[in-house]
DNA sequence: ACTGGCACTCGCTACAGTCGAGTGCCAGAG
DNA sequence: CTCTGGCACTCGACTGTAGCGAGTGCCAGT
């Protein structure tokens, strides 16, 4: 059955009032805040039917309404406008994030912006090395049988690992290593190294082949197989805010959810579309999450998307204002790459 | 007044009934399960002697005692001895340590570790830079303007910046930087280098001078000002435990405090002597702390001190095992750097 | 289709009563 | 002088009852 107008008033009234006081709402209450026109036996029969259909529901038989997930959805979907940022807002995002020195500093300055602004839980994935490109491979010789490997990519992302060759080699040895892997690197997207890296091994000459070899290992661990993918948080304390009002109970599963890199990879990581995503409630695929919402983009210079950043609340959240937020980090940070 | 010897066997029966039970003990419940020797009555009268001492408090008028943070300051420096680890603890801690690839690798390890054995908040440092020696600079060109300034310490450290030069800078240039500064800096302790990089700026030739006085001030920012110290965290989950019986009511001033960097090297970074720390509720120096107890020690190769590393959990703990974990791990951490 | 009225539900608070763990004190024994 | 058993006392935790009031669902009337 198609709500009317009206009903679609009212649950909108219903989460705004109730993400405002977070207490049930009642008709009364309802009438006497929102201009509906309509006396409180009216707005009863609307709300009857918004519960059959399962936008709210009563915690107990005496007490006013609250949405459920199905009803946030809806409104998210739509009832709300994207509340455009207040001027303090704005300035503050530029006063946060102008001074950043370099990649690491970017993110956990934007971390915690966004932690600040939405009071919330923020998480900013580094750009992603499958999206970013070789800039430059550099390898130190620590000892004759160590060598340290830095990884420079276009991104800014710098990673390194320690390199243990099977047999000590001349420093000359490593000159032409670098010049090789960075002749056929160099400048490569970094999902598709794998097939060349193993090129790499089969054309290098016999002397330099153990070296490569181990080389070649950890190229492929470091990329495809390790860390690959880095996260900052922050935040984590605005999760106690609510007098644990939100999140029936226990911060337990939240706190031990948000420690793992693959569940927080799975919240903001998987950008496809330039689009924001709002995850709430049962909606979230990771069990200890469900009771939250998350609210996810992706991010990059120009067009292009490098990685992910979000926040995570209690579902009951100001969802126009959150959105907001997180678009507009999201695309002050791409402007700040972009100027690489 | 002296204390006998019998009130401190009350004073430790009381703190392990308490640590273990987490209810507050009474006179009876204790000469039960501890052998004693004496009636409850007698029990009572000491247990008076040491509420008026400071050592224990009544919660209410009709409860059992409760350890105070004197009680438990006594307890820890006179009346327990340390646990040996269990050979499943051992095993444990091989078990995770081994096959660590990088300082990285060691250090997410190591906290993670530590969050799990002792069911609590684990901190630890990175080895400090003010500790470290300059094993290698390198300078990576990425564009005629901009160089990748990455610094490679003796204790496994890497740490990069970003170095944006005023005026374009030929190849050739760079090689001769990277050869200077490495000559003037290579393998000095990092204390020691402001004045080298003073004087680095003023001996080279004039031709390079912009670029080598932008460097230097990078080199400073990076190595005194900025990050300087880094902190990895884990186990914030094992907070929630208790079900907020400890941390009275709200874990929020305790993330807040968790989230400082500053306020987490004061927890763990003052390591003077290689003795282990602890700290009792009112005898933190945070005071969004207080009401928390603090374990932490030393690491380093050999008997050098590089970092530190502990855990925090409720005053209500089990010293003596958290005690025993935090020296083992550091001492295996210890060890594994040593293969450097 | 909306409204006012009314009976009903049920969580919340206050209050009284009971129970029991634990205490402090005291007189007496060793 | 130290320890013990006994005893009266305190006070939090729990239970049951009662009244209140917010909020609802339903219905008859406009």
């Keep these: 059955m198609g709500l009317d107008d009206r009903k679609l008033d009212v649950l909108r009234a219903i989460v705004e009032d109730y993400v405002a006081t ?17 006396s409180p036996a009216t707005v009863r029969n609307d709300m009857a039917v918004l ?15 609250v949405p459920t997930d199905r009803g946030y959805r809806l409104f998210v979907d739509r009832l ?8 303090a807002e704005r300035r503050a995002i530029e006063r946060f994030l102008v001074g950043a020195v370099d990649l690491d500093d970017v993110v956990h300055r934007t971390v915690r912006l966004l932690a600040q602004l939405t009071r919330q839980v923020a998480v900013v994935q580094y750009p992603s090395l499958a999206r970013s490109s070789v800039r430059h491979l550099e390898l130190v010789p620590i000892s004759t049988t160590r060598l340290m490997l830095v ?32 002749e056929k690197l160099g400048g490569t997207k970094l999902a598709d190294t794998p097939p060349l890296v193993q090129a790499l091994v089969e054309e290098v000459n016999p002397q330099l082949r153990p070296a490569m070899t181990t080389l070649a290992t950890v190229l492929l661990e470091t990329l ?20 644990l009002l939100d999140f029936q109970g226990s ?23 330039s689009t924001t995503r709002v995850r ?61």
């Design 22 to 38: 977070q207490e049930p709402v009642g008709s009364k209450a309802l009438v006497e805040r929102h201009q509906l026109g309509v």
């Design 51 to 65: 519960e059959e259909e399962g936008y709210i529901r009563q915690p107990h038989t005496s007490a006013g309404r």
């Design 80 to 87: 709300s406008r994207v509340k455009p940022l207040t001027p």
């Design 151 to 182: 990884m420079i990519a276009d991104t800014g992302r710098v990673e390194q690992r320690l390199v243990e060759l099977p047999a000590p080699i001349p420093a000359d040895d490593v000159i032409d290593l670098r010049r090789m892997v960075n």
């Design 224 to 243: 495809v197989e390790r860390h690959e993918e880095r996260i900052a948080l922050a935040g984590t304390a605005n999760l106690a805010r609510g007098g």
């Design 251 to 273: 911060l337990r599963p939240i706190l031990e959810a948000l420690e793992e890199e693959v569940v927080l990879l799975k919240l903001i990581g998987e950008v496809e579309p």
């Design 280 to 340: 709430i409630g049962d909606e979230n695929e990771i069990d200890n999450l469900r009771g939250t919402s998350v609210v996810s983009t992706g991010y990059g210079p120009g067009r292009t998307i490098v990685g992910g950043l979000g926040v995570l609340g209690p579902t009951r959240m100001d969802y126009p204002g959150t959105i907001a937020t997180v678009r507009a980090v999201a695309r002050y940070v791409g402007e700040l790459l972009a100027q690489n």
